[in-house]
């Protein structure tokens, strides 16, 4: 019983030094992690990668249960989708080309319906997490804190096409923290 109460307090300690960014940026790399399933389905289905219509029916229903469920605005909410479906058909692209450059065909159907369910539960993730880290870029060092949070994960992966496609992803925050500089020097 003591092991567990001391397990419990180890944890609970990790999670109060997790910072609602380096959650953010894990989500964001989970999500990623499901570009190639998508790739596998669009190669399967000859589905193209770029598909403006649903990326557009999608980012009004995110903004809009961002709103509705958790009080966020589409300023930030929208840029942040664009900037994760981006760095989605990134990955796609670049997992086509390397299965296309090898004369590989994917095996087994995909079911995208399956993967959509993961790919909107983690959107909800997402997005109830947004909220804590709108006030952790308000209270301090904005870039420094996504670039600390970024460079952890960053680190747990060799695979280039992956970090570069997890930067894409968080773009949109340093765009954010650039916005809040300006506005603080006097420059918007």
Do not use: W
């Not at 557009?56 to 300023?75: C, N, P």
């Not at 952790?136 to 992966?157: D, R, S, Y």
């Not at 280039?160 to 968080?170: E, S």
């Amino acid at each position: 019983m003591q092991n567990l109460i001391v397990i419990t307090a180890v944890i609970c300690q990790l999670m109060a030094s997790i910072s609602a960014l380096q959650v953010l940026v894990a989500l964001s790399k989970e999500r990623l992690k499901l570009a190639s399933l998508v790739a596998e389905n669009k190669a399967q289905m000859c589905k193209a990668v770029e598909d403006p219509d649903r990326e557009k029916e999608i980012l009004q229903v995110i903004v809009k249960t961002a709103k509705d469920q958790y009080g966020l605005d589409a300023h930030s909410v929208e840029p942040f989708f664009k900037a994760q479906m981006e760095a989605n058909k990134l990955l796609q692209y670049g997992i086509l080309m390397e299965a296309n450059k090898k004369n590989k065909r994917p095996d087994p159907i995909i079911n995208l319906n399956q993967v959509r369910v993961k790919v909107d539960e983690l959107n909800h993730e997402i997005l109830k997490n947004l909220k804590d880290v709108q006030k952790e870029m308000a209270e301090g060092k904005c870039i420094e804190a996504v670039n600390t949070a970024l460079e952890k994960e960053l680190t747990q992966t060799q695979d280039f096409l992956y970090k570069a496609a997890l930067i894409r992803a968080m773009s949109s925050l340093v765009d954010i923290c650039q916005e809040k500089q300006k506005v603080a020097q006097g420059k918007a």
